[in-house]
Structures are given as C-alpha cells and as structure tokens.
C-alpha cells in the first residue's frame, strides 16, 4: 500500500499568512494525488486535483505543485474561512490512501 | 445539481450487520465509479471500497474485506455497502463519493453515522 505522510500535522497561522503543506508518498505516484479541504461536521471539499489542477469554483489563492514523491499544497494569503482541516489523497493504485491531515488553526 | 444522500446509520451491536445506501442524482449515474470513504470520531479520512460504473469491479480495504460487501442498482442510481461482522473499530461517519478516474473524489455525501457499541 501507499503510505502518505502530510507535514505539518498542526498550523497555526494568522489572516494573510502564506501556509504551505506538504504530502510525502511513500512510493512514485505520478500526479495522481488529490487535496481537500474539511471544516468541522461537515464532507471533504475537493480543492485540487492531479496535483496542481484547481477545483472549478475554488479561489486562486489555493495552488498545488509536485509529482512523484512530493507535493505541495500553498495557501497564498489565508483567510478566514480557509481554517479547516486538509486532506491529501492518492489515486494511482488501490488501496486509495489518505494523509494523516493537517490542522490549519488561527494563531 | 450533484447531490449524494447517504442513508441507512444507526446504533448497532458487536457482531451483527447494518446495510448502508448511497442515493445519487444530478448526473449520468452509470458513468461513475461510487466509493466509500470513513471517517471515526476526531480521526482522519479512510477509504473502505469502490465499484465500477458497471458494478462488476470492486476493490475493498484490507480492514474490511471479507465482511464488507459494495454493490449498486443502476436502475435505482444507488450504491450500497452491506456490512457484516462489525466491531466497535467500525464505528465511524460513512460518506459515499463520486469518482474522476484516477484524479480525485469530487462530489462527497453529508455521512452517515454508524456506531457499533454494545
């Protein structure tokens, strides 16, 4: 199986922040990998997809990068709405793993 | 619009069965695979099985398989997920998804909560 380790697994940052997020596979998975965004009671909302394609409806400032082993998700300026808890997520192979999630709170 | 209603969560002893569905509309149902993803209490995201659009693959975790069975009625535009053996491990919010091939889940259900207590 391929194992996806998300660092950090907590961030605290302030309105305007740059964040950044990184997810590490355990094996080669091309751009096969997916991040999402999951804010309390509520289902994973899908930011990104193949690694740097935005979600139609998803803001700008949202952007991914990476392929292979090592991927990226950036937040430009952080907002409000944007603390919430992030996914990411392979799709080259099954099982489809997902990361252990990283926590965005404000600072 | 896109929509996925999961149904059928409850409160159910260790060892017996609980079958969840998952009703879809808004699109072509029979052009997508459905999975199901899993969530327990304050934990992180974990896929459980998918089918294919014609319901004739299926690919499950290793944590469910053999007790866990995914199948569909396209006639119905539904999914299920029959689920036998459950131990308190299972207790979690199931959410069914919409597949892109080999790109992302971009359509989620609200949940549906299963809790496995004696």
């Known amino acids: 199986d391929i194992q996806l380790t998300q660092s950090p697994s907590f961030l605290s940052a302030s309105v305007g922040d740059r964040v950044t997020i990184t997810c590490r596979a355990s094996?080669?998975?091309?751009?096969?990998l997916a991040w999402y965004l999951q804010k309390p009671g509520k289902a994973p909302k899908l930011l990104i997809y193949t690694a740097s394609t935005l979600q139609s409806g998803v803001p700008s400032r949202f952007s991914g990068s990476g392929s292979g082993t090592e991927f990226t998700l950036t937040i430009s300026s952080l907002q409000p709405e944007d603390f919430a808890t992030y996914y990411c997520q392979q799709l080259y192979s099954y099982p489809r793993t997902f990361g252990g999630g990283t926590k965005v709170e404000i600072k | 619009q896109v929509q996925l209603v999961e149904s059928g969560g409850g409160v159910v002893q260790p060892g017996r069965s609980l079958r969840l569905s998952c009703a879809a509309s808004g699109f072509t149902f029979t052009s997508y695979a459905v999975h199901w993803v899993r969530q327990a209490p304050g934990k992180g995201l974990e896929w459980v099985a998918v089918i294919s659009d014609d319901g004739r693959t299926k690919f499950y975790a290793d944590s469910v398989k053999g007790r866990f069975t995914i199948s569909r009625d396209n006639s119905k535009n539904t999914v299920y997920l029959q689920m036998n053996s459950l131990s308190t491990e299972d207790t979690a919010l199931y959410y069914c998804?919409?597949?892109?091939?080999?790109?992302?889940?971009?359509?989620w259900g609200q949940g549906t909560l299963v809790t496995v207590s004696s």
């Open positions: 998804a919409r597949a892109q091939p080999y790109s992302s889940f971009d359509y």
């Open positions: 094996q080669g998975i091309s751009s096969s």
